[in-house]
């Protein structure tokens, strides 16, 4: 990997959204909207080589839509996997209404389940927790999102380096189910900026867990700061915590079954108001070892059929517990939250670009 093995993945992923956010600017001063094939395209081909990806080709995307797997995969074997597939952050002509079609349904799909059931299924085949990846546009294009949720920083619509950001297949669900029409904008609201699961050059402060008595090892991976594939799923962990903290129902002690070769096995079977055991959803990804399929791919060998037959292609992220490189990216993210800068937001100049 010449030239990409100074880079941390999350200053990979930085330099890869930037790219995806200007070419929704251009698309939007054209007066057209971007894709999500096309986005993904420049989000992985900018992020390589310091992140590497395979594609399998295209006859799944009629079944499955483009989902990929994502793997981040620690110097130790460590191993993180997520299945993601791309949405966009759409406004009506009205520019009033924000929408992200999770419900789609694929015509002539007699079971009529929506797509979010189809995705968490669809992990299940992986051991993966399931994620989205959105793809938001510019804050001019947000200007007129309006949020009602609480901010602690900027709202919604001004937050920077959310244009291409990720959320938890199960907060989408859990938005589609209590925010009807204003799911789009509670998913959006929660979605992180990618960069920040995919890197570890942030802060990464507690999750304080619902649930007590968690075996020893998974107390201390929520309290303790964690890099890599830990980092990742604890990330996309975390406002899936929120979300059943603010849940008025009691956290059942039952373990949920263990799941082999995952690095916690032994979880609670607690799901609150989620449609599975949401513990043991997100963190069944993260693997004790590399799982064999994603070897294959890291020493250029092809996946067995029942990988790449449903897939769009696996993402690999390599020595995802590498130290970060030193030098601007340190000093960038020492001097505070990005989206924490409101008043920048709308000057000409930096549209697109954070
Ligand atoms: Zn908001």
């Not at 997520?82 to 759409?90: G, N, P, R, S």
């Not at 903290?245 to 949920?256: I, N, P, V």
């Not at 130290?323 to 937001?345: C, F, H, K, L, Y």
Request: contains cysteine; neutral net charge; proline residues 6%.
């Amino acid at each position: 990997m010449p030239g990409g093995e100074e880079m941390s993945p999350g200053e990979a992923l930085r330099t890869a959204r930037i790219a995806v956010d200007q070419h929704m600017t251009k698309k939007l001063d054209d007066e057209h909207m971007w894709h999500e094939e096309t986005a993904t395209d420049i989000l992985l081909s900018t992020a390589s080589p310091r992140i590497r990806y395979k594609a399998f080709g295209k006859d799944h995307e009629k079944e499955h839509g483009a989902d990929w797997l994502w793997c981040w995969v620690d110097r130790d074997g460590t191993t993180f996997c997520l299945l993601v597939q791309a949405k966009i952050l759409k406004r009506a002509p009205s520019g009033k209404r924000w929408t992200i079609d999770f419900a789609y349904k694929t015509r002539g799909d007699k079971e009529h389940r929506p797509q979010i059931s189809k995705l968490i299924a669809a992990s299940d085949r992986y051991e993966a927790a399931a994620a989205y990846v959105l793809y938001c546009g510019d804050p001019e294009y947000r200007a007129t999102l309006e949020c009602d949720r609480r901010h602690d920083g900027a709202p919604c619509r001004e937050r920077q380096r959310v244009g291409v950001s990720a959320v938890s297949a199960l907060v989408a669900e859990n938005a589609v189910t209590y925010y009807g029409r204003d799911a789009g904008v509670a998913a959006f609201h929660t979605a992180v900026p990618v960069e920040d699961i995919a890197g570890s050059d942030n802060l990464d402060t507690p999750i304080v867990p619902l649930t007590r008595g968690l075996p020893e090892d998974l107390a201390h991976f929520l309290r303790q700061p964690q890099r890599g594939a830990r980092r990742a799923a604890k990330e996309l962990l975390r406002p899936v915590e929120q979300i059943r903290a603010g849940q008025f129902s009691t956290a059942t002690l039952e373990r949920a079954a263990p799941a082999a070769g995952a690095l916690f096995p032994d979880l609670p079977a607690d799901r609150g108001h989620f449609s599975v055991p949401y513990l043991s959803h997100m963190l069944r990804g993260l693997r004790a070892e590399t799982p064999g399929y994603v070897r294959d791919v890291m020493e250029g060998r092809t996946p067995p059929a029942w990988v790449t037959a449903h897939l769009a292609g696996i993402v690999l992220v390599t020595d995802a517990d590498a130290q970060p490189a030193t030098g601007g990216w340190i000093a960038d993210s020492a001097s505070g939250p990005v989206e924490n800068r409101t008043s920048s937001a709308m000057t000409p100049g930096t549209r697109g670009a954070a």
